[in-house]
């Protein structure tokens, strides 16, 4: 359990493919990329967070849970699925204030 994480990512992010096409004299492109757009994304990685007695988590966990227990009014979620050495995180709402939760990381199997 990793108490008092601050979650400031916006659930607003979004991750669209971008195509622009190109027509010069000599030649035509077509160029695709991926950019997000509006909100931040978090990405928490399971080293960079201490459990309760202070022990930092290992750098990999096979088959990791995150639960998210709410400690105020900004309600938050994991987006996707959570990796082997990390997850993402975002507040549901615009609130300028950061969301407070404490993380519940269970290794499944």
């Known amino acids: 359990m ?20 190109e027509a010069g004299t000599t030649s035509h492109r077509l160029i695709c990329a991926r950019e997000t757009l509006g909100g931040l994304e978090q990405s928490v990685s399971f080293s960079q967070l201490y459990d309760f007695r202070g022990n930092q988590l290992p750098q990999t966990i096979s088959n990791p849970k995150v639960i998210i ?41």
Not at 95 to 100: C, L, P
């Open 2 to 21: 990793a108490n008092n994480f601050s979650v400031w990512g916006e659930f607003s992010a979004v991750t669209p493919i971008l195509l622009w096409s």
């Open 69 to 109: 227990l709410q400690k105020n009014e900004v309600e938050c979620l994991v987006i996707g699925e959570e990796s082997s050495t990390g997850f993402k995180i975002a507040k549901l709402s615009e609130s300028d204030q950061s969301g407070s939760v404490d993380l519940i990381i269970v290794e499944n199997g």
